[in-house]
């Protein structure tokens, strides 16, 4: 009986965390070494449409925001700028930056915007025409970040996501990924030449960093009551292990011979 109830409570648990588990899908899946899609269609700030793979001819800094973040897409893109200041390498002669938002619903006015107020803030001559912002239908949003193994989650009207950026080869290929907001500058220009070379190398700092949104979810009756399932089905199954284990066995009784 003992172990039947050990069996039921390790059988919870696993039920438990399922339920838990089952809407994590967010963060970085690497796909160092895969080449991206070319085919995808993005809009620029001028709401011209562009082919991604026209758009990559050197080492390519990707990152993948939202321009109405609350959380981490603002520092992601700091951090870009950041580099761009400090790296000794030249914008647009060694490498450039693409930035695409994931929000459909976010427009090419709305990217020129975000673009003008970073570019401001730079001091250099290369950053209009090679720090360039977009946005995309939802289709192409899936496509490029499936690929790039760039996950998110929408929530509300907003998106769960992981803070890094990636860095592609000429050939779209993806070279390394830079988890959290800020790149060392000199680990910024092994990389680019790295990318450059058409090497790709598994990165070795993986803290990421996770934008949440705090704002009640739609759904949020139907979660409260997915997950108290779960809770109520692992305090079940302890509470029928303390009964069994404490029960005891009962008598057996054997014939008497003498008789």
Not at 38 to 53: A, C, K, Q, Y
Not at 117 to 128: V, W
Request: glycine share 6%; hydrophobic share 40%.
């Amino acid at each position: 009986m003992v172990r039947k109830a050990a069996y039921l409570l390790f059988y919870a648990l696993v039920l438990a965390g399922n339920v838990w588990s089952q809407d994590n899908t967010y963060g970085i899946l690497q796909k160092t070494g895969q080449v991206l899609p070319e085919d995808v269609i993005l809009t620029n700030e001028n709401s011209e449409l562009v082919r991604f793979g026209d758009l990559i001819d050197r080492p390519t800094l990707l990152s993948f925001v939202y321009y109405e973040c609350p959380g981490l897409c603002s520092p992601v893109m700091n951090g870009i700028a950041e580099i761009i200041r400090k790296s000794d390498l030249r914008l647009g002669r060694d490498y450039q930056v693409i930035t695409i938002s994931v929000d459909y619903r976010e427009s090419a006015s709305l990217a020129r915007s975000k673009k003008a107020s970073y570019i401001k803030t730079l001091q250099n001559t290369g950053a209009q025409q090679y720090w360039q912002f977009y946005v995309a239908d939802s289709t192409a949003i899936k496509t490029l970040t499936d690929a790039a193994g760039w996950e998110f989650k929408r929530t509300g009207n907003d998106f769960v996501h992981s803070a890094a950026t990636i860095l592609v080869t000429p050939h779209r290929m993806i070279s390394q990924y830079f988890y959290g907001t800020f790149i060392l500058p000199m680990h910024f220009h092994l990389a680019v030449n790295d990318a450059r070379a058409e090497l790709a190398d598994a990165s070795r700092m993986k803290d990421q960093k996770y934008c949440y949104n705090f704002e009640k979810p739609v759904n949020e009756t139907y979660s409260t009551i997915v997950h108290s399932a779960g809770i109520g089905v692992l305090v079940l199954a302890a509470f029928l292990f303390i009964w069994l284990s404490l029960t005891p066995a009962p008598k057996q009784y054997s014939k008497d011979k003498s008789t």
